[in-house]
């Protein structure tokens, strides 16, 4: 019941459910800016035009109010949030891909210490490599790849009949 109500879209079209999609599709890219090492060695680079529609979902996230992410630490200086992601906004208006400047991952990382993300030991330079290629897990603007291609294959064994 909700999963229901949390699909439920409002007059806008929106729904809570669609607002926590958009939140973590925003968290995971703020996390890949913080990471230089993960984020240049995409395959691929996202344009400023999608990164600057990531930051505004972020925003929204921040001016509901919402906290999807249990805080590593107390307390958390959520405060901080709606400023810094301002600040990433600018930044990454004024950015010409491909490189990453070091202003544009200081502010993604201070935006992941104020929603309550600890780095890992040794910082976030020492973040470990994630179990797929880092352009497969994050949206981008025609999906999530790791989610398309399952799409494309089937969704598995359920579908058939097996179980």
């Keep these: 019941m909700a ?6 879209h409002r007059p806008d079209g929106s729904s809570v459910l669609s607002d926590f999609e958009d939140s973590v ?4 890219w703020v ?37 999807h992410v ?6 958390v200086p959520y405060e901080e949030r709606e400023p810094l992601a301002m600040r990433l906004r600018v930044l990454v208006e004024a950015w010409s891909p491909p490189g990453l400047p070091p202003e544009i991952t200081e502010v993604a990382r201070a935006i992941l210490h104020a ?8 910082g976030w330079d020492n973040t470990p490599e994630p179990e797929m290629p880092a352009e497969e897990l994050l949206y981008w603007p025609e999906g999530v790849p790791a989610l398309l291609k399952s ?3 089937g969704t598995g064994d359920r579908e058939r009949g097996d179980s």
Excluded: N
């Design 3 to 8: 999963f229901e109500q949390a699909a439920r």
């Design 25 to 28: 599709a925003a968290m995971l």
């Design 31 to 67: 996390h890949a800016l913080a990471v230089p090492r993960l984020f240049l060695g995409m395959s691929r680079m996202p344009s400023r035009e999608h990164l600057l529609r990531m930051v505004d979902w972020y925003l929204a996230y921040v001016r509901r109010g919402d906290r």
């Design 70 to 75: 249990p805080p590593e630490f107390s307390p």
């Design 115 to 122: 929603e309550g993300k600890m780095a890992p030991p040794g």
């Design 151 to 153: 799409k494309r294959q």
